[in-house]
């Protein structure tokens, strides 16, 4: 496995963590599904997008504005 994967499944659980600090009342296996259907993880999966070198919470900003429009903005 790549830096660059490692860098991308690290970013994915961040994603999860930070979901269940906002959601106590999930578990890290539905943290995982909403992060791991997301638009913002496949944007995560490009290299081009670069965002597996941003911080989590900017990018688990994009993930919470997904959850409340529908779209990542």
């Not at 930070?18 to 490009?46: G, P």
């Not at 994009?62 to 959850?67: D, I, K, M, Q």
Request: proline share 1%; aromatic share 6%; no cysteine.
């Amino acid at each position: 496995m790549s830096e660059i994967d490692m860098m991308k499944l690290d970013m994915a659980s961040e994603l999860a963590v930070l979901l269940m600090e906002d959601d106590s009342e999930l578990t890290m296996e539905q943290a995982l599904e909403i992060v791991l259907n997301s638009d913002t993880y496949l944007r995560l999966q490009k290299d081009s997008a670069q965002l597996y070198h941003q911080s989590p919470r900017y990018v688990f900003a994009f993930l919470e504005s997904e959850l409340k429009t529908g779209k990542v903005e």
